[in-house]
């Protein structure tokens, strides 16, 4: 086990690098029941449980936690990776080598103490590794399950999901759901956050579907660049004689 050797100024640093990386990325970034997780944040620290789909999922945890929510953030993380990208360390990754025996207790004894204080959230990646988004069941570990068992705070699911639609940047899209309550069940509390997750993802895939996202709040929006709008116009004017479509 890797522990956090989180400094306050390079989190501060990061979270605003990956800000800025997420506006300049996607046309927009939306979040429905983002009240879950604030009022979760308000009653005490919680374990964030989501699917692990795309390497933007560190940035837009980084991003959602801290910048959105204001909370503490820590996450569990492959050491392999964290030897690899050991920045990561520098905002609250604790890495976790799954082939170690007992370096799986060893991080979650370090999780439930990092839960020992308000406003902290420690994210779990249940899958353990980027899974596609399509794949059913999500296939989760157990390691939010024992977290949130050993720590008896709740787990927050949430749905992450990156979606290429009519605009020249993709969307961002979060959907949070209501609180999971401990139990000292493991096996049960795993089913639990997978089935929460799942639900969460059909729903956004439902909201795509109808083209439906009244129900999401706006963090961030912009329009195309200007100068593809432009060279779109120019290359309009300049094919029109040659291609054949008729004009109204």
Known sequence: MIPSQKSRAFSWWFSRHAQRRIEDAFSSARVAGLEH??????????????????????????????RVLGADLYALMNAANLRRLPFFGLVGAVGVD????????????????????????????????E????????????????????????AVPFALRYEHGAEERPMLLVRVGAPIAPTHDAVALREAHEQAVTALLDRVDADLRAADLAAYE?????????LGVLAEGCLS????????????
């Open 131 to 154: 899974r596609a988004i399509s794949l059913r069941p999500l296939g989760f570990r157990r390691g939010s399950a024992e977290v949130s068992r050993a720590s008896q705070a709740p």
């Open 218 to 226: 706006t963090l961030h929006a912009r329009g195309p660049s200007a």
């Open 98 to 129: 799954r082939e170690a025996p007992g370096d799986g207790a060893l991080a979650t004894a370090e999780a439930v103490r990092l839960l020992d204080a308000p406003r902290r959230v420690v994210w779990v990646f249940a899958q353990g590794d």
């Open 37 to 66: 997780a604030r009022e979760a944040l308000r009653a005490g620290p919680f374990v964030a449980v989501s699917n692990h789909t795309s390497w933007w999922d560190p940035l837009t945890v980084l991003w959602l936690t801290h």
């Open 237 to 248: 004017v300049m094919t029109r004689p040659f291609a054949k479509v008729p004009r109204r």
